[in-house]
């Protein structure tokens, strides 16, 4: 697709604008009435009717002394997206007439970090929302964190003797706790520990679902899932648990859907299947209480309102009120009692609850910095360069453009033959880029563009270095071509005159970003402002709750970032609630099997050697010791004084 041009969203004389802002980056699509811009432009939080300044809070971080990059959480988010979640489904099941409730659980898998769970468990517990584990870590975390008695606990993942006894256990403490059998081996060891503690367990089923969705992760779905049981394992557990008068404790049908569904008509289609299942393990005489519909929810990164797999084509209420009419429609046909409809929405309940904050630390422009008039001397390729300007028009691009690379490379030929200096051809890369931008201004003029030319504009692109780690931080965007909205979070008010595409600042060539969010695709560049001298540059990665810091890796040990957790208030005002700062140089070195003091005591032998072989003095040791010693204690990202 064409690189468009920010002077396309502007009429020409007219100053630029807040909404133009907020019409490039789209912000007034993706962000879910949590962002919008300020009249200053810069981009503000919103909640509790109220807005605050995203750059308001990074000075906040400045003053104490808590670097970029930063992972922002703003609580109020989570908090919101909670109670939107659980109100949409009770609308929906008064409005249909539904006479069981929503019961909703949170997947830890989707962000681990205890902060995150803990203000989930906290924020759901109006609610009873309760939480869905797949590992005995994860059953744990549960258990310390989830206090309101009753809350759900759904036990999903392959259950060894100690996570069914844990599991137990919780039901004695008085939590809900679900075992969902995924392997017919599961099924004898809940018996056998459920008999020896004396502790009657809850048992769910998970049953393959043949209805495939599509999207990134339609894997989770269809025949081939790797996850539930077919309908003759689903038999089998029915009979053996008839054999040991255990029945009544089958009281949960598991149907997980997909994960990031983007089409609200596959949702409707799964929930039907479901119901069949449902209604079938009822009439075997199984006391059916609760029916888990998985994840699936979606979250719309890019704002489009499509069925594209990064997008959804339906809001919030109609996800909630479809499947609440879907289930009490198809099970009324049935005359069945209507069950407490669990979901497992982890994506869309922390996705839009944190951001990576990062400054711009360099650019590099690709356009002509230095083009002298001609010498009475000069090289005849660099004349032929020049003469190209004089018969560019729009019907010979293309012959321009071949004209132009051949007399570089002409140029970079003669130059390592030695027949041409360094000086001769650096004005030769100069006058090729002149040549180049010049047909890019060409290109916004014609109906049709050279399949050869339809590049040209990304290939022209500047780099913008950013002070952060795509590996660590957005490892979706490295690993399954992810997009989270990008965009400045100040400057606003002003055009960016730039196209550019993001550089991290490790050692690889798959550290960059240049895949980004555009009004109907995707585009290869973002368009930003020119850096002022003394002044930083902040961008902003929304979205990034969900996965991101549970999957990040050490790429060139890169550890994690400084966190910080805000709270916004009423009157504009907002606490700093918790500062986590990020690895340093000697927690992530230890995380790779170094000893970091034996790694100062091999430098310091190695700084002594140098002292008797004369190379320094026994200050200069110190002085190196020091700062090594300050070093394995510093941030593993760039600072600045």
Known sequence: MPIQETELTQQKGTPWNIQQSANLYGIERWGNDYFGLSDDGKVTAKTLNTAVPLLDIVEGMVDRDLQMPVLL??????DAQIKRLNEAFSTAIKKVGYTSCYRGVYPIKVNQQAQVVEEIAKFGARYQHGLEVGSKPEMIAALSTLTEPGSLIICNGYKDQEFIELGLQASKLGYTCFFVIETLTELPIIIECSRAMGIEPLIGVRVKMTSQVSGHWNSTSGDRSIFGLTSTQLIDVVDTLKKENMLHCLQ??????????PNIHEIRSGVIEACRYYTDLVNEGAVLTHIDLG??????YTGAQSNDDKSRNYSLDEYCEDIVDTLKQTLDDY???HPIIVTESGR??????SILLFNILDTNIFEPISLPEASADEHSLLTKMRDILNYLTPQRVQECYNDAHFYRDEV???????????????VAENLFLDVLHRIADLLDTMDRIPPDLENLKLSLADIYYGNFSLFQSLPDMWAIDQVF???PIHRLNEEPTRQAVIADITCDCDGKIDNFIDEFETAKTLALHPLKEGEEYYLGVFLVGAYQETLGDLHNLFGDTNVVSVRINSDKTFDFVKEIHGDTISDVLSYVEYQPKEMEVNFRNTAERAVKEGRITARERQKMIKNFHASMRGYTYYEKD
């Not at 949960?252 to 569904?261: A, K, P, V």
């Not at 869309?348 to 609850?353: C, E, F, L, W």
């Not at 970079?412 to 650096?426: D, H, P, T, V």
């Open 73 to 78: 959480r703003i609580e109020n988010i989570l």
């Open 252 to 261: 949960l049908l598991h149907c997980h859907l997909g994960s990031q569904i």
């Open 295 to 300: 994840g699936g929810l979606a979250v719309d």
């Open 335 to 337: 005359n069945i009692d």
């Open 348 to 353: 869309a309940t922390v996705a839009y609850s």
């Open 412 to 426: 970079r030929e003669l130059f390592k033959r030695g027949q041409i200096n360094l000086r001769a051809r650096s």
């Open 485 to 487: 909205p990008i965009m």
